[in-house]
């Protein structure tokens, strides 16, 4: 089934913005193949179709163990700028007109590439999304939240000679577990550097990580949140604090979060004021990028024209842009109708 013509021409032409993005989460099978070539590195996988149909996850585990495997092909900071850039030309496609993304300094820094390469490489390409592509955009350090408070410390120093190029920080990895608590020292030592904070929670984990990530990390945004609706005290609260949930439809599905994409509830959140906005989280591995996760919204719960431009909206409210930026886009989303 295919969505009506107008549908489809409004999500061509809304800005969007994009809030909720791993750029490890954008490396393409091509790209690992790509990579591996070119540092000599063998893969357990004989050719891109059998990686690509190695992406049939149970949950959020079983995607992570296969996403840090294929980080292993990311070595120098050409690989890095090469990634981010090929993200660039694709966000570009879909009418991304700002991008927040986040990346994992310790996924590569494990593996003995220095935090520089990463950061570096990305910065140059977000630069030239900038120049080439007018795309604005804004970097966030996320620290593993499966390994210790010590590590993630260690890398808020890598970070400090740049931390002028940090928009924020955020937390992600296996949720279950691993509650935000672990990290509050960390978020205080990150927002005393004048980072703002958000966190993953409630993607997996219950609401209660929810509750936990604004207490005691004193986030701006949740990344996910879905399983809020556990404690409608909660929900009522993030809707009157117009609280910003990153949510992520297509990962949500891939990951088993919900088994169908009409059992979403992200329209009932909507509906109730929350925040809500849309993005793509891993494209590469949940089968679409961010007009994708608009299109199966669109497709499979209630949601009008008015709704997919209050998302579009809500992405800019939830943004980290100066006000004036923001009503030019807003402006833009109006007149998209
Ligand atoms: N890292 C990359 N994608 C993630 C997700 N959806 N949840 C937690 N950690 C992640
Ligand atoms: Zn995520």
């Not at 149909?53 to 120098?76: H, M, N, P, T």
């Not at 439809?249 to 509906?271: F, G, I, W």
């Not at 209630?302 to 998302?311: E, F, I, Q, T, Y």
Request: net charge negative.
């Amino acid at each position: 089934m295919s969505l009506p013509d107008a549908t489809e021409a409004l999500i061509r032409r809304l800005p969007k913005v994009e809030l909720h993005l791993h750029i490890e989460g954008t490396l393409e099978p091509e790209m690992v193949f790509e990579k591996a070539a070119k540092h000599g590195v063998s893969l357990a996988y004989p050719s891109i179709e059998a990686l690509r149909a190695a992406y049939d996850f149970r949950d959020l585990q079983s995607f992570l163990d296969i996403y840090y495997a294929g980080c292993d092909v990311l070595r120098d900071e050409q690989d890095f700028y090469d990634l981010c850039w090929a993200y660039l030309e694709r966000a570009h496609a879909d009418n991304v007109v700002h991008v927040e993304i986040f990346f994992d300094p310790q996924t590569h820094t494990a593996r003995g590439i220095p935090y520089a390469t990463v950061h570096q490489g990305l910065r140059r390409a977000l630069a030239d999304g900038r120049e080439r592509l007018g795309i604005s955009s804004a970097m966030i350090l996320c620290f593993l939240r499966h390994l210790s408070e010590e590590d993630a410390f260690r890398t808020l120093d890598e970070a400090k000679p740049f931390v002028t190029d940090l928009a924020g920080v955020g937390l992600d990895s296996g949720e279950r577990g691993n509650p935000p608590s672990k990290f509050e020292r960390v978020f205080a030592a990150a927002r005393a550097l004048g980072l703002a904070a958000v966190a993953h929670a409630g993607e997996e984990g219950p609401a209660a990580y929810i509750r936990e990530a604004l207490d005691r990390l004193q986030v701006v945004r949740i990344d996910h949140g879905v399983r809020c609706d556990e404690d409608p005290a909660l929900v009522k609260e993030l809707a009157a604090r117009r609280m910003p949930l990153t949510v992520c439809p297509l990962s949500n599905v891939k990951l088993c979060v919900y088994q169908r994409m009409e059992d979403h509830n992200l329209a009932r959140l909507l509906a109730e004021g929350v925040c809500v906005t849309v993005n793509s989280d891993d494209p590469a591995y949940f089968g679409g990028y961010i007009g994708d996760n608009y299109r199966a919204i669109a497709q499979a719960l209630p949601l009008g024209a008015p709704d997919l431009m209050a998302l579009a909206r809500n992405a800019v409210e939830a943004a980290w842009l100066p006000a004036e930026r923001k009503a030019q886009l807003i402006a833009e989303i109006d007149r998209a109708r």
